[in-house]
């Protein structure tokens, strides 16, 4: 049972306009919520993080949106930029550990 | 430079064969995790090391033996190789609890054939 889900596997924006990356989870007791960013032949690397006391974190360019009532997470980059084009994972918090989502392909297109 | 390193990069192993995945941060990290990246299936734990002299069992454990060697040094062990074994893995480390982020290594292709 998937408790992280991305339902898009991909996605593609055009240069300068905002990519918006959603992810729902299923499970009320997580209380901490990040972002990673992928490229290629790489580890991932931690882009922006929300705690479930907040609804909304910015951080430059990006910024988290949550909704604890609908169980759903969005990361907004705005402008987006053709070095953005990466895999995004979010991941939510259980005990001592974080679950991942599958994953959602971005495409900036210059 | 200061991070998680992971060694080897690439391995080609045939069914059956044993072969161990190492992995150590230089952060004084407590926790330390083994993740597997398959095409659809994002991030899934296979083990994981909250603190040192530890180590639990995540969503994909079988067919795996870990140990924590010291705080540093957390390795994954495949003691018999199967094709289904056939993906990326990467070991993260963080200081604990979970309002801190992961510091991933760059990841080990393994391919079982």
């Known amino acids: 049972d998937q408790q992280v889900k991305q339902n898009s596997p991909s996605l593609s924006v055009q240069e300068g306009r905002i990519s918006i990356l959603n992810c729902d989870y299923t499970n009320s007791m997580f209380d901490y919520f990040l972002w990673y960013k992928k490229y290629p032949a790489e580890g991932p690397t931690f882009l922006i993080s929300i705690s479930s006391i907040k609804d909304k974190n910015e951080d430059g360019r990006f910024t988290v949106f949550l909704n604890k009532s609908a169980k759903h997470l969005s990361l907004h980059i705005v402008p987006s930029q053709p070095g953005d084009s990466a895999v995004y994972f979010c991941?939510?918090?259980?005990?001592?550990?974080?679950?991942f989502g599958t994953g959602t392909r971005l495409k900036v297109l210059a | 430079n200061a991070g998680v390193t992971q060694t080897p990069k690439f391995q080609v192993l045939k069914t059956g064969q044993s072969m161990t995945l190492q992995c150590a941060q230089d952060?004084?990290?407590?926790?330390m995790y083994w993740y597997r990246q398959d095409p659809g299936m994002g991030l899934r734990l296979i083990y994981y090391s909250a603190s040192e002299g530890t180590t639990d069992k995540g969503e994909v454990p079988n067919g795996y033996n870990v140990s924590r060697l010291n705080k540093r040094e957390f390795s994954l062990r495949l003691e018999s190789a199967a094709p289904s074994q056939t993906s990326v893995y990467f070991c993260a480390s963080s200081p604990g609890g979970t309002d801190h982020g992961y510091t991933f290594g760059s990841g080990t292709r393994l391919t079982v054939v």
């Open positions: 991941a939510a918090s259980g005990t001592y550990k974080y679950i």
């Open positions: 952060m004084n990290h407590n926790s």
